[in-house]
């Protein structure tokens, strides 16, 4: 079964910077586009950025600026460079991928969520 690792988040004080990684586990899955979310206990998940296969990226309107996404197709890995935190940044941050590759010798997509990371801010 594949599925997205996350890594890099943790504490960091107002102002600082944090880089998340997210990659599929295994191999034979590559990653097609991908999106980072975030969720605060008691609110929906929000969508924060999204890098298509062709590397057009979005991100929302609250961390424009400051947060890039970005991708290393020979690393089959997203990254989410956050600069210039804020508390108000503190959340679970998840990754979503469109995946394709070969499984049961058929070519696949797949969507997959990461297990989330925690990105604390301090003020």
């Known amino acids: 079964q594949v599925q997205l690792v996350e890594s890099g988040g943790g504490l960091v004080q107002a102002g600082g910077s944090l880089r998340l990684s997210c990659a599929p586990s295994g191999s034979g899955f590559s990653i097609n586009s991908m999106g980072w979310y975030r969720q605060v206990p008691g609110k929906q998940r929000e969508l924060v950025a999204t890098?298509?296969?062709?590397?057009?990226?979005n991100y929302a309107d609250s961390v424009k600026g400051r947060f890039t996404i970005s991708r290393d197709n020979a690393k089959n890995t997203v990254y989410l460079q956050m600069n210039s935190l804020r508390p108000e940044d503190t959340a679970v941050y998840y990754c979503?991928?469109?995946?394709?590759?070969?499984?049961?010798?058929?070519?696949?997509?797949?969507?997959?969520w990461g297990q989330g990371t925690v990105v604390t801010v301090s003020s």
């Open positions: 890098v298509t296969s062709g590397g057009s990226t």
């Open positions: 979503n991928g469109e995946l394709g590759g070969y499984s049961d010798y058929a070519y696949k997509y797949l969507e997959v």
